[in-house]
């Protein structure tokens, strides 16, 4: 086994005792009928294990920020050159920016349950640092379209390697982290976004003073250099990118061993092999949880990418400031969502809750946009820009580990983040046309179409908390009855025990 599945069968932190540990393990030998389960970790070992998560953290968590945020960048840029002259230059017209914003996800929609299902296959550390590299270079050249033709060809083959991302760092954060590590990780992958935005503003601003340079406009010298340092980051990924733990140039010998006895734990908890089957991916289509889940983060991701595309624009034709002013402008907004992000990720780990972060951030967001709509003045309107990102970020993060933490075996896990992540992404193609630019500049359909979203979203994680507390309800029944579990194993089964 090379690699580390994270799913255990019930929420199990790490300063528990090893008796809770024998008891689950226990379990898993009941399950897989009567075979010896692997020895539980000693008090020592957990020990030894804290120092390995924590290398963990400084190794491995690094990388895939890294990735999610140049993802971020390079996928954003768009409305930052929006407002640097691509539109005249390019000599775009009525919604032609919206349609250039939209078409970037329909290849991405298509790509993301094949790369779920194959990533691991092919090998991370061969097929990300390709598709990195691909992207790369296709932003670089989006510096030198002469068109509207051109631009839509580049977003639509940038969408298609961007696609191939964001499932592949899912998977792999799985397997090198356990479930019950995830919440402060998934920060990792939507987190990124927001540091990405305040970022992108600030570099923005930046090359703003470039605008001439080269006889180049400052827009195109922004996909340039963007594209090149994507360019660099996907030549360092070959040699920084693990092939398993036991290559691993940060662990040694001990922490190698520790690192497969998480393995040897974490296989028989979930159920996974790592080898994935067509009747894994049934086992998701027939989960309604997995659509549930799916609905609900695909109103997250159109308030998220409606929200870190436009916000640019928003604050330079919507609320009346000047070019300058709104990339700078859009750098405390995305700071302020990335602080709340960690914050509250911390707590829902340590509280061993989804749910009540959801329901409570929520009302945030629905307050942001109804400000929005309102008559009011521009400050006012700024600041409700920050209720916004009070919760959008930490919104869908939290949906996402929801799903992902409560689906086992691997391959079932697998499909249906790929599942979730197909239906988020047709998000993508729907904020793209919300906020066009023909309506500007109140963007009265953009803020009241995500404000509706806010409360599908709500009540989708009622609904899901609801399958869970049902099921676990049933596990409780089968578990004091003896029954025993005759179906493929799965997270339904009575050892499983969902994550809250």
């Known amino acids: 086994m090379t690699t580390l599945h994270d799913e255990t069968k019930s929420h199990v932190s790490f300063d528990e005792t090893v008796k809770d540990q024998i008891e689950l393990t226990t379990q898993s030998a009941d399950r897989a009928g009567g075979a010896s389960p692997p020895l539980p970790l000693s008090e020592e070992e957990l020990k030894r294990e804290r120092v390995v998560v924590w290398k963990l953290d400084l190794y491995i968590a690094p990388l895939i920020f890294l990735l999610q945020f140049v993802s971020n960048i390079d996928k954003g840029n768009i409305g930052f050159a929006a407002t640097q002259g691509l539109l005249t230059d390019l000599h775009l017209k009525g919604n032609e920016l919206n349609a250039a914003v939209s078409i970037f996800y329909v290849l991405y929609i298509c790509v993301e349950i094949p790369a779920a299902l194959v990533v691991k296959r092919i090998g991370f550390y061969r097929f990300v640092p390709c598709i990195v590299g691909i992207w790369g270079l296709v932003c670089m050249c989006t510096g030198f379209v002469q068109s509207y033709g051109g631009l839509m060809t580049a977003r639509l083959f940038l969408g298609a390697a961007e696609g191939c991302l964001f499932p592949s760092l899912s998977i792999f954060l799985l ?78 010998d001990e922490d190698k061993r520790i690192m497969r006895r998480r393995a040897e734990l974490a296989e028989a908890y979930s159920g996974g092999t790592g080898h994935y089957k067509w009747a894994d991916v049934k086992m998701a289509l027939s989960d309604p949880k997995v659509f ?87 400050g006012v309107h700024y600041f ?98 003896g029954q025993e579990w005759t179906r493929a194993w799965d997270d339904r089964a009575p050892d499983f025990k969902y994550l809250m």
């Open 175 to 252: 397997n090198w982290y356990r479930r019950e590590e995830m919440g402060v990780r998934i920060f990792l992958l939507f987190g990124a976004p927001a540091v990405a935005g305040a970022f992108g503003g600030l570099l923005a601003f930046a090359i703003l003073h470039m605008d001439g340079v080269g006889g180049y406009p400052g827009w195109r010298w922004l996909y340039i250099i963007e594209g090149l340092i994507t360019i660099v980051v996907a030549f360092a990924c070959i040699f920084i990118i693990p092939r398993s733990y036991e290559s691993a140039y940060f662990l040694n």
């Open 292 to 378: 549930v889940s799916g609905i609900a983060q695909h109103a997250t991701i159109t308030i998220l990418y409606g929200f870190g595309t436009f916000l640019p624009v928003i604050i330079k034709s919507g609320l009346g400031y000047s070019t300058v002013q709104a990339q700078y402008l859009t750098i405390p907004v995305f700071v302020w969502g990335t602080i709340v992000y960690f914050s509250v990720a911390l707590m829902s780990d340590k509280l061993s809750n989804r749910f009540w972060p959801l329901m409570c951030l929520a009302p945030f967001m629905a307050a942001g946009y109804a400000v929005l709509l309102a008559d009011t003045s521009s």
């Open 384 to 481: 409700a820009t920050f209720l916004v990102a009070t919760g959008v970020y930490i919104c869908a993060g939290i949906n996402f580990s929801w799903l992902s933490s409560n689906s086992a075996p691997d391959g079932k896990r697998a499909a249906s983040v790929g599942i979730q992540q197909s239906m988020t992404q047709i998000a993508g193609v729907i904020s793209g046309q919300i906020y066009q630019s023909t309506r500007a500049p109140r963007y009265t359909l953009g803020h009241a179409y995500s404000l509706g979203c806010v409360g599908v979203a709500m009540i989708g994680w009622c609904a899901m908390r609801w399958i869970l507390a049902s099921r676990e309800k049933k596990k409780a029944e089968v578990r004091s009855s």
